[in-house]
């Protein structure tokens, strides 16, 4: 699918920096209705592109492309929207300000509102950063989204998460000892430390002692370790990624003056029919988290996805995870709201 920009100029952030030109990159699937009433806003995960959400859109699929018009932006820091690595000086490399994920959703808003003319959504969904995102749409936007659909996320990065998150920061930036920047080969050394690192948080314990990894054509922990994570960050910007562990890292629909990090009340002021999916050996957002977010929620629930697969049930590749996910989102799209 072609990617398409939409340019942001003056965008003041929420940390109240300005970047003169921001861009969101985008594509879009099926075809907008004449009544503006059949959209779908699905963002990307962590160093994923609209390209990771596509096992979930098409005909015949959860996402219907025959019944819905799907928008997938691509966060920023992911090397498509605005990113330290395509961004001009002085906001270039690690010159790139610290967005958040307020930040993601009002580029988002603005797409959706400016250049569709969309007044309400069908539904937001997504999946790890992207669960936060619909989350944050849900809060910020309450008159336009309908429906939302959380998985493997959370409203806010817990602090186990934020361990787990400075602790990929350090792989990533203990290289460079403070000497300046980084050759290329320090840049592939951190980012498959990086890697080692995000391998033993990805999958659960039961996937590795239960080789369930065979079912990616692995033969062993490994063989996993070096042919899934060490290949999906290898070639990716150092900085780009460090932008976006910044986003996760500081990620709170509450933070700010409007709920000043009371999340009960930020849950409490969801409009949205919201169902949110966690994982029961997910290591990043585990669902007594979930549980405990759904109990302020006016109009949602928490269910639990039964997979050894952990956080990446929510990727696609997980059967027991992609059915479940699937059948949430046509029972929530099916819902009279």
């Not at 592109?49 to 492309?65: C, F, K, M, V």
Request: proline letters at 6%.
């Amino acid at each position: 699918m072609a990617v398409q920009q939409f340019v942001l100029r003056d965008f003041e952030l929420e940390s109240g920096e300005t970047l003169p030109e921001a861009v969101l990159a985008y594509a879009t699937y099926g075809e907008l209705d004449p009544g503006r009433g059949n959209a779908i806003v699905f963002p990307t995960w962590f160093a994923g592109t609209h390209e990771s959400n596509e096992w979930l859109i098409g005909p015949g699929r959860p996402l219907d492309t025959d019944r819905y018009f799907v928008i997938v932006p691509n966060t920023f820091g992911n090397g498509l929207s605005s990113s330290p690595s395509n961004t001009a000086a002085p906001f270039d490399g690690p010159r790139f300000p610290r967005l958040t994920m307020r930040d993601n959703v009002e580029a988002q808003y603005r797409l959706v509102t400016e250049h569709f003319g969309i007044g309400r959504l069908a539904l937001v969904l997504g999946c790890s950063m992207a669960a936060v995102q619909t989350y944050q749409w849900a809060v910020d936007h309450p008159e336009m989204v309908r429906r939302a659909l959380p998985y493997c996320g959370a409203p806010r990065t817990p602090a186990h998460g934020r361990v787990f998150v400075d602790g990929l920061r350090a792989a990533l930036t203990a290289p460079l000892n403070g000497a300046g920047d980084r050759t290329a080969a320090e840049s592939r050394s951190a980012l498959e430390t990086f890697a080692r690192v995000f391998a033993s948080w990805g999958f659960s314990q039961a996937f590795h002692r239960q080789e369930a990894y065979r079912e990616l054509g692995f033969d062993s922990a490994e063989e996993t370790t070096s042919g899934f994570w060490i290949a999906n960050f290898a070639g990716l910007d150092v900085d780009n990624v460090l932008s976006q562990l910044d986003t996760w890292i500081t990620a709170d629909i509450s933070r700010g003056p409007r709920f000043g990090g009371d999340l009960p009340a930020a849950l409490g002021a969801i409009d949205a029919q919201l169902v949110s999916l966690a994982c029961d050996t997910d290591l990043y957002f585990p669902p007594e988290d979930e549980e405990a977010a759904a109990a302020h929620l006016r109009n949602g629930k928490a269910l639990t996805i039964h997979s050894v697969w952990g956080h990446q049930a929510g990727g696609g590749a997980d059967p027991v995870g992609a059915e479940i996910i699937g059948e949430q989102t046509r029972r929530l799209l099916d819902a009279t709201v």
